[in-house]
């Protein structure tokens, strides 16, 4: 299996894979444990047979998809260590594997940088090598919890689309399963990467990434 880890900048940390197989399932437990609309995956340790089940017959027809499905993954760090913990209150991870192994390869070294910087908070990326679509959709997942003022003037961006722009983003999000925690987020990345609604509406989330990508100091 191979891989790179990176400092993309600040706190924002990229794995990138040779293949969307091995990514999709390093980053699997931990995207699900983060972001899962299912109650029973969200902040709960799992198996990843029951995923895997679960998954199939709700959204594959009977057929795995999860690494055709999904191209990029965005979890903060803490999370990570959350999952990979033996001593919180909850169960320890059931059905350790090699890809756990190797989410706590990439994690070793950010815990030994994260914290250098004034950013309070560190991110993990991870992407296909060479996607470049995908890895800007999730840096500006990674700016939305790593920058303060990003989050702000995306939030302030959002809250001025109308009612019906959101039910429709919010519509998409739910049905691609993200859980409605992660919405607002969601919308900031796929509007500031020219993705879902009209090119006008898009424009000023596009700038603000733009604005950001030219002004911080990339690695």
């Known amino acids: 299996m191979k891989y790179k880890i990176k400092q993309v900048v600040g706190g924002i940390f990229l794995a990138e894979f ?14 699900e444990f983060y972001e899962s609309a299912n109650p029973k995956f969200k902040g709960k340790h799992f198996t990843i047979i029951d995923f895997m ?9 009977g057929v795995f998809t999860y690494p055709n499905d999904w191209a990029g993954f965005n979890v903060p760090v803490d999370i ?29 070294p950010i815990e030994t940088t994260r914290g250098r910087g004034k950013e309070q908070a560190s991110y993990l990326i991870g992407t296909v090598k060479g996607n470049n679509s995908v890895m800007r959709h ?19 961006l959002y809250s001025k689309l109308s009612i019906s722009s959101k039910n ?7 049905a691609m399963g993200y859980h409605k ?17 009209t090119a006008a509406q898009r424009k000023p989330f596009v700038e603000l990434l733009k604005y950001y990508e030219k002004n911080l100091s990339w690695k």
């Open 18 to 31: 040779e293949n969307n197989y091995d990514l999709s399932m390093t980053f699997l437990r931990y995207q």
């Open 53 to 61: 089940e679960w998954y199939s017959k709700e959204n594959g027809n």
């Open 80 to 108: 990570i260590a959350k999952v990979q913990s033996k001593n919180l209150s909850y169960d320890y991870i059931p059905d350790w594997n090699k890809y756990d192994d190797v989410m706590l390869d990439i994690l070793i």
């Open 138 to 156: 999730e840096i500006a997942h990674g700016l939305y919890h790593v920058y303060p003022d990003y989050k702000t003037s995306m939030n302030k």
């Open 168 to 174: 429709l983003l919010n519509s998409k999000f739910k």
């Open 181 to 197: 925690s992660v919405w607002k987020d969601e919308a900031q990345a796929y509007l500031s990467t020219g993705e879902y609604l």
